[in-house]
T-cell receptor, first 112, second 113 residues
């Protein structure tokens, strides 16, 4: 059974640009959550989608957004990138959201 | 909201010894507590979890204990091996759907051979 797949693995963007990250969950999983991981702030929850609906949102500015498609694949978008957005962005999938969550390898975003 | 504190931040043990990592949480409504292991360049890997209706759970060399009254839970690794060296994170669930995980700051475990 394939795990959680995140693409791309690495990204370098310039301040002010926007970026879209993709996550394909484990087959059959309907919940996808996104987390930001930085050395200073650790792992922080961004948002969670279940059946194409955002059910929960963390304390991030509106520049961070996401969506989920009917096949459960999810994307997150960050607009007007800032240097502080440099981080490892992790996606986790679970069956229903309150069950075991499995993480992908992450997308390493560097903003220059 | 939920707050999770994790100790120690670094832990060095000799191969074959046991390692214990402790976490405390603040929200008594939290009911799910997973532990993750993260190796360099990889995403966190779920190694064991426990729900609030259970006091202890074991899987081979790994065990987790939960004390709901004191709001703390611990990870125990016995007979440590060099491949156990990694960063370990505890987490607690939060939110109406239990779908948000609040993580501890992590523990760097080094197993010396």
């Amino acid at each position: 059974k394939a795990g959680v797949t995140q693409t791309p693995r690495y990204l370098i963007k310039t301040r002010g640009q926007q970026v879209t990250l993709s996550c394909s969950p484990i087959s059959g999983h309907r919940s996808v959550s996104w987390y930001q991981q930085t050395p200073g702030q650790g792992l922080q929850f961004l948002f969670e989608y279940f059946s194409e609906t955002q059910r929960n949102k963390g304390n991030f500015p509106g520049r961070f957004s996401g969506r989920q498609f009917s096949n459960s694949r999810s994307e997150m978008n960050v607009s007007t990138l800032e240097l502080g957005d440099s981080a490892l962005y992790l996606c986790a999938s679970s069956l229903f959201g309150d069950t075991e969550a499995f993480f992908g390898q992450g997308t390493r975003l560097t903003v220059v | 909201g939920e707050n999770v504190e994790q100790h120690p931040s670094t832990l060095s043990v000799q191969e074959g010894d046991s390692a214990v990592i402790k976490c405390t949480y603040s929200d008594s409504a939290s009911n799910y507590f997973p532990w993750y292991k993260q190796e360099l360049g990889k995403g966190p890997q779920l190694i064991i979890d426990i729900r609030s209706n259970v006091g202890e759970k074991k899987d081979q060399r790994i065990a987790v204990t939960l004390n709901k009254t004191a709001k703390h839970f611990s990870l125990h690794i016995t007979e440590t091996q060099p491949e156990d060296s990694a960063v370990y994170f505890c987490a607690a669930s939060e939110g109406e759907y239990g779908n948000k995980l609040v993580f501890g700051a992590g523990t760097i475990l080094r197993v010396k051979s």
